[in-house]
């Protein structure tokens, strides 16, 4: 029995504020050994997932399970380790004593060298915390959700306003703890960084999961296959009514068909002439992303 | 090693919260400034300028009880000031995704508020037997110590109350009014004798002059006045019951 409880069962939850529905009726089952990545763009309803599977928000409807317990229960427990979103460490300590104080809390921690090894902090030790940069803080908050060695660790856009370098560090690491058997769950608005560090995306919007699955899942669901081409001063009109296209985006002169039968839709297009710098290439992640997800009427630039 | 780390110690989470907060507390320059320095600076300045004469003595020892007081007044507040910093740096939140209970937090930050009293009180009663020469029996000093200890609790209550339900900015100037005004008012800077007549008795029931009564009276070598005490207490009663509110308010936003 407790060995096929998930790590993370969320059922039809629902959390409703007066100016917005941020989770509406997410069914989200996450197993133990997974690395899941929860996709969506600003406002989409990720942090008040992540808040409501910590316990740190209730549900107005639904329930929350983590490893079969209540969120306060599991995080008691010490099941859990979270790197909340905008948090800061506090001043005046140096990054051993505060590893160290969280850990302890934790009935079964990691030896603190080795939290501090995983996070790629072993050298910065005993400097103050405040004394770090930005992407040594982000690896602070992240020792912080390991050093009790929890059995799932939550982190919420873990590597917003991080550097390349401290980005690829920080995935390195992520992807150290998860080998160990453990289950991660992190939110993140970047394409390729759910693509290359989970084993699973699920992509939500407006506090509804949209899809689940594989990178490789979303693109097949995405709808095929993206035919451009420069349009070198012809109308654009006619291009809608091609066999096999299922949206038309003109940039420039240069025209993106997605078309679900790119074979017809290329003959289509050379019967009429319109085939400079034809390129045909599978749907990307973020045309899946794009597809699935509908943009916010203010945040389109 | 690893045997003895992995080791459960559920017990020792509130004292492991009572040493980083003491800890962090003494690292803070302003507090060790301003908390510890500047009451044994006033206290010294007060009692050896301009004071001469038969008064000198007694001025000296009931200024240094009032200074003392003043001091663990002002440390007391400041653990609701650093309480506020900790929730704009998230630390509160962080804790809540941790296996310690809100009730350890609470109790540890309390507790740590009582023990970063005790600096400002030990060096200003210094300052008094080492440099102004105060002589009192050994019980007296204890019984100050301890009495002057246990009565900053209303105020560390108080500065807790404005750390959980302020934000920072706020938090830091509403608890140095807070410890200016009741300073002043309750005597611990210039004796309440000195006051009007209708002062004096508005100042004999505010809390900080309750708090330096118990050492002041202990300095004469009396038990506090059942009055004093009741009042304290009273005080103690009411800031108890805004800081649980303000910590319930919080919780639902931290």
Known sequence: MTTTT???????????????????GV??????????ALLGRNGAGKSTTLSLLLGLDEPDAGTVRLFGERPELAVRAGRVGAMLQDGRPIPRVTVRELVTFVGRTYPRPMPVAEALALAGLSEFADRRVDRLSGGQVQRVRFALALAGNPGLIVLDEPTAALDVEARHAFWKAMRGYARRGNTVLFSTHYLEEADANADRIVVIDHGRIVADGTGDDLKRRAGGTLVSFDLAGQDSGWLTSLPGVTAVEIRGERA????????????????????????????SLEDAFLALTTPDLELVR | ??????????????????????????R??????????????MYLLFTNLGASGEDAGAWKTSAMVGMAAYGALGAALGTGTAVADDRAHGWLRQLRVTPLTPRQVVTGRALSGSVTVLPAIAAVLTAGALINGVRMDAWQWVALVLLLWLGALPFTLLGLGNGYRLSTQ?????????NM??????????????????????????????????????????????TTVLVLCGWLLLFGAYAASSYRRSARTV
């Open chain 2, 1 to 26: 090693m690893t045997a003895d780390l992995v080791k459960p110690r559920p017990h020792s989470a509130l004292l492991d919260y009572l040493r980083l907060e003491v800890r962090r507390t003494l």
């Open chain 1, 256 to 283: 993106s068909l997605r078309s679900e039968d790119s074979d017809a839709t290329v003959v289509a297009l050379a019967g009429r002439g319109a085939v400079r710098a034809l390129r045909v290439q599978p749907a």
């Open chain 2, 181 to 226: 005004g009741l300073a002043v008012i309750g005597g611990l800077w210039f004796p309440s004798e000195l006051f009007p007549g209708w002062l004096r008795t508005v100042s004999d029931y505010t809390p900080a002059h309750s708090f330096a009564d118990l050492g002041w009276s202990t300095a004469e070598g009396a038990a506090p006045g059942a």
């Open chain 1, 27 to 36: 069914d989200l089952r996450i197993e133990r050994g997974e690395t899941v």
């Open chain 1, 6 to 24: 998930p790590a993370v069962d969320l059922s039809t939850a629902v959390r409703a504020f007066p100016s917005v529905t941020a989770v509406d």
């Open chain 2, 170 to 178: 706020t938090t830091g100037v509403v608890n140095m009014i807070c």
């Open chain 2, 28 to 41: 803070d320059t302003g507090f060790v400034v301003f908390g510890i320095g500047m009451p044994v600076l």
